[in-house]
């Protein structure tokens, strides 16, 4: 990490560092960091130059499919994720990532796809990716498939929310009391969950 008031020095070895060695990842990293007190695009366009001379630089692409994240260039991002996930294919969290960015886009085929992906492959939260594929199916009004996906969340912090937008899948189906009665079953701890059902209940109500 490069201290705060070292960006000129640092910026002169990095240089001297990538011209002995011009794929050298680790100074193009340092090298984004430092650029950034020149303004929030100049380690963007860095790392853009950088990645079409090395594309082989993982770490530097996920860094820059990151800030493009952030910029809200998420057609640009989703290519550079799908880069990261052609070379990694074994990563769980690229294929989330990538699912995530392509829900945001509206490309249910690819969230589904993705998110499918991440599950086979061992993501460790699966409550998580079975809580958005639920969401996907629901998106598509495939309120049965939906619903299929929130059953399957039993276990860790997503199982209140699944029940909740099971309830909610239900009522979108026209069995209000059968949404009803399924809140009322659950067993809540705490002020915080039980309001979340009461909401829930109001919302159905409505």
Request: hydrophobic share 45%; aromatic share 6%; net charge negative.
């Amino acid at each position: 990490e490069i201290a705060v008031g070292q960006n000129d020095r640092a910026l002169v070895e990095l240089d001297a560092a990538l011209r002995l060695s011009p794929g050298l990842e680790n100074a193009a990293l340092l090298k984004g960091q430092a650029l950034s007190s020149l303004g929030d695009g100049q380690p963007m366009a860095y790392w853009k130059t950088f990645l079409a001379e090395h594309p082989e630089a993982s770490r530097v692409r996920l860094l820059y499919a990151r800030g493009l994240t952030k910029a809200s260039r998420f057609e640009e991002a989703k290519g550079e994720f799908e880069t990261l996930v052609k070379n990694a294919p074994q990563s769980a969290e690229l294929h989330l990532t990538v699912g995530l960015l392509a829900m945001q886009m509206n490309d249910l085929d690819g969230a589904e796809q993705q998110f499918s992906q991440a599950l086979a492959l061992g993501y460790p939260d699966e409550g998580l990716i079975q809580m958005y594929l639920g969401q996907v199916a629901e998106v598509r009004q495939r309120y049965d498939l939906a619903l299929d996906w929130y059953r399957k969340v039993t276990a860790g912090q997503y199982v209140l929310q699944a029940r909740l937008k099971m309830a909610l899948a239900l009522a979108k189906q026209k069995k209000v009391d059968e949404a009803m009665a399924s809140l009322e079953q659950l067993d809540v701890s705490g002020e915080a969950d039980a309001n979340k059902v009461a909401q829930t209940k109001a919302q159905i109500l409505r």
